[in-house]
């Protein structure tokens, strides 16, 4: 049995505007995952972690503040930071969310190894929430396999549930 002229010209069209129109989709997918992916993944990893700071700048042991924690005291505190990608000016941030909070509420402070002292984090009230961002103030350059631990210590005021977070994100 012969298919007709215009039926095998009907198919061969509809095959070749379908290979066009998945290529297009396809070479559209890598230059979006190519240069504009990188906008929407962080520049590092972070993540809490236990750090020790007796000896540091004269200072002792104290407990590692927990993701919540609900009492009153002083607390030590890892932000562990892991580079993903390069970026230069890679903001790291800590916030401090609970209910009323206000920059009266807790001091924190960062060790910086340079100096061998520890130098105060400045917050920003944003309602229930303190934000802060570690480091120099354009951000630090993270690479692949940057590996930095801030090292802070927390003088909490605050009685009642309050949670620490930590992130990276592009300046």
């Known amino acids: 049995m012969r298919v007709p002229g215009n039926i095998r010209s009907s ?6 505007v379908a290979v066009v129109v998945s290529t297009a989709y396809m070479a559209a997918g890598a230059l979006y995952e190519g240069p504009f992916m990188d906008m929407y993944t962080p520049p590092a990893r972070v993540t809490l972690i236990e750090v020790e ?4 700048g004269g200072t002792t042991e ?3 503040v927990p993701s919540v924690w609900a009492s009153l005291g002083i607390y030590d505190l890892g932000v ?3 580079g993903l990608r390069s970026e230069e000016g890679a903001l ?10 206000s ?9 910086d190894p340079a100096s ?3 130098r105060g984090i400045t917050f920003q009230d944003k309602g229930d929430v303190l934000v802060a961002t570690l480091g120099e103030r354009g951000g630090v350059r993270t690479y692949p396999g940057y590996d930095y631990t801030f090292r802070l210590i927390i003088f ?5 549930p309050c949670q620490v977070q930590a992130w990276a994100e592009s300046d």
């Open 80 to 82: 562990r930071v892991v």
């Open 62 to 64: 104290h407990p590692h």
């Open 11 to 16: 198919l061969l069209a509809i095959a070749i």
């Open 92 to 101: 790291i941030k800590l916030s401090l969310t609970h209910a009323g909070i």
């Open 156 to 160: 909490s005021n605050i009685d009642g």
């Open 53 to 56: 700071t007796a000896g540091l």
């Open 116 to 118: 061998s002292n520890w």
């Open 103 to 111: 920059v009266e509420d807790v001091d924190v402070y960062y060790y």
